[in-house]
């Protein structure tokens, strides 16, 4: 263990609705266990409620300059926002890529592997689907998701309605994440990139994403291996050919289809993690898991808190990299501050005993309610230390 004054981590949470709420409660108590234990990091946490009854009652998410406020965290903490009687492009445009896009959050990463005890579709259709073991790079700034376009209403005909949705891709933005997908890569121990496009259909963006990355290939070439796929095509690798598959990077909504994919294919939606990351490090970045505030279950304590934990995990991976502990693309060499990568490593050791043990929720075939999941997985964290 290092010695000296552990470092403190202002991390804030944004719990937000319905299950949000349980799984961030849940991975404050994890966290929370994991630093006590260790001793060499701490981490203290605000909360503030930008959820969906508020929008309802104040007609905003996060209150003016909220978003400003977050750079003074060093991370941030979301669980999941959305209910039904608020249409999800609100929390999305009001919210959710404000803070994406003011904390510089370009790079969106969602790791994929089955956890002991669980069981993939896939177990009938490939030998080993434990080969499965996928970092999906999306790019989080641009492309699909940019926002500009329009309609043109035709009053006098309906049927002549034109609506357009421009994707915006520059080549900051592309080079930028083909860059930190490959460095993923380079550290990864199959060192093997698949970067997915649909050039052959769409002549312009995805044409420029191909060139770019073939550009940034040649600083790589001997250190990384890369192949490059068509999305239609990708889907079919994904379940036919998993173990093929190590890193693979993606535009903004190729990526985002791809990853519940294969988040699906891991077993539940609820295991999957995700890392709004900022490379740069100038601002915090934030994780949260990929499901959402699944209102069929929300109140009832039977949230799967994996993915909560997971993206908890990836959290204090990110922070041991804090005060220069990592290259320029954020990644971490040797044991981090406050030995922070080891507890990240253990926390996950943790979580694949618990599932190993068969402590597990509904959607992965087991009997625990989130506080059973919860518990067990403290318990496990002093034990596996
Ligand atoms: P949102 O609009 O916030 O995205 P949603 O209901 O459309 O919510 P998700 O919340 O991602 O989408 O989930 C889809 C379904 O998967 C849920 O209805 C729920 O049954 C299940 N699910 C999602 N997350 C979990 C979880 N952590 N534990 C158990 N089941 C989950
Ligand atoms: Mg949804």
């Given at each position: 263990?290092?010695?000296?004054?552990?470092?403190?981590?202002?991390?804030?949470?944004?719990?937000?609705?319905?299950?949000?709420?349980?799984?961030?409660?849940?991975?404050?108590?994890?966290?929370?266990?994991?630093?006590?234990?260790?001793?060499?990091?701490?981490?203290?946490?605000?909360?503030?409620?930008?959820?969906?009854?508020?929008?309802?009652?104040?007609?905003?998410?996060?209150?003016?300059?909220?978003?400003?406020?977050?750079?003074?965290?060093?991370?941030?903490?979301?669980?999941?926002?959305?209910?039904?009687?608020?249409?999800?492009?609100?929390?999305?445009?009001?919210?959710?890529?404000?803070?994406?896009?003011?904390?510089?959050?370009?790079?969106?990463?969602?790791?994929?592997?089955?956890?002991?005890?669980?069981?993939?579709?896939?177990?009938?259709?490939?030998?080993?689907?434990?080969?499965l073991n996928w970092?999906?790079?999306?790019?989080?700034?641009?492309?699909?998701?940019?926002?500009?376009?329009?309609?043109?209403?035709?009053?006098?005909?309906?049927?002549?309605?034109?609506?357009?949705?421009?994707?915006?891709?520059?080549?900051?933005?592309?080079?930028?994440?083909?860059?930190f997908a490959f460095e993923?890569?380079?550290?990864?121990?199959?060192?093997?990139?698949?970067?997915?496009?649909?050039?052959?259909?769409?002549?312009?963006?995805?044409?420029?994403?191909?060139?770019?990355?073939?550009?940034?290939?040649?600083?790589?070439?001997?250190?990384?291996?890369?192949?490059?796929?068509?999305?239609?095509?990708?889907?079919?690798?994904?379940?036919?050919?998993?173990?093929?598959?190590?890193?693979?990077?993606?535009?903004?909504?190729?990526?985002?289809?791809?990853?519940?994919?294969?988040?699906?294919?891991?077993?539940?939606?609820?295991?999957?993690?995700?890392?709004?990351?900022?490379?740069?490090?100038?601002?915090?970045?934030?994780?949260?898991?990929?499901?959402?505030?699944?209102?069929?279950?929300?109140?009832?304590?039977?949230?799967?808190?994996?993915?909560?934990?997971?993206?908890?995990?990836?959290?204090?991976?990110?922070?041991?990299?804090?005060?220069?502990?990592?290259?320029?693309?954020?990644?971490?060499?040797?044991?981090?501050?406050?030995?922070?990568?080891?507890?990240?490593?253990?926390?996950?050791?943790?979580?694949?005993?618990?599932?190993?043990?068969?402590?597990?929720?509904?959607?992965?075939?087991?009997?625990?309610?989130?506080?059973?999941?919860?518990?067990?997985?403290?318990?496990?964290?002093?034990?596996?230390?």
């Amino acid at each position: 263990m290092s010695t000296g004054t552990p470092r403190t981590f202002n991390i804030v949470c944004i719990p937000g609705d319905g299950i949000g709420v349980d799984i961030t409660d849940a991975a404050t108590q994890v966290l929370t266990t994991l630093a006590t234990t260790f001793g060499t990091f701490n981490l203290k946490f605000d909360t503030v409620d930008w959820s969906s009854k508020n929008y309802k009652q104040r007609g905003y998410y996060a209150p003016e300059g909220g978003v400003e406020g977050l750079k003074k965290y060093d991370a941030i903490y979301f669980g999941a926002v959305g209910w039904p009687d608020v249409p999800d492009h609100i929390s999305l445009w009001q919210m959710i890529l404000p803070i994406r896009t003011t904390l510089n959050q370009y790079a969106n990463v969602r790791p994929t592997r089955i956890l002991p005890g669980t069981v993939s579709p896939l177990s009938a259709c490939v030998a080993d689907p434990s080969l499965l073991n996928w970092v999906i790079v999306r790019e989080n700034s641009e492309g699909e998701y940019s926002g500009h376009g329009g309609t043109t209403p035709s009053t006098a005909h309906a049927a002549h309605t034109v609506a357009t949705e421009v994707s915006i891709f520059t080549r900051v933005g592309i080079e930028r994440i083909v860059r930190f997908a490959f460095e993923t890569a380079l550290h990864r121990p199959r060192k093997l990139l698949t970067m997915v496009t649909k050039s052959n259909a769409q002549r312009h963006g995805m044409v420029l994403w191909d060139a770019i990355f073939y550009e940034v290939a040649r600083e790589y070439d001997g250190r990384v291996k890369y192949d490059k796929m068509l999305v239609d095509a990708m889907t079919v690798r994904m379940v036919n050919r998993p173990e093929s598959l190590d890193t693979i990077v993606a535009t903004n909504l190729h990526a985002d289809i791809l990853s519940d994919l294969a988040a699906a294919l891991s077993g539940s939606i609820g295991i999957a993690p995700s890392s709004n990351l900022d490379p740069t490090r100038a601002f915090p970045s934030m994780f949260e898991p990929i499901h959402g505030s699944a209102p069929d279950i929300a109140g009832q304590g039977i949230a799967n808190p994996v993915g909560a934990f997971w993206s908890a995990a990836e959290m204090v991976r990110w922070l041991a990299g804090a005060d220069g502990a990592s290259n320029n693309e954020g990644v971490v060499e040797g044991a981090g501050v406050g030995n922070m990568v080891e507890a990240a490593d253990l926390l996950m050791q943790a979580i694949a005993n618990v599932t190993e043990r068969g402590v597990k929720t509904k959607d992965l075939g087991g009997k625990s309610n989130t506080k059973e999941v919860t518990d067990a997985v403290c318990e496990e964290i002093s034990k596996v230390y």
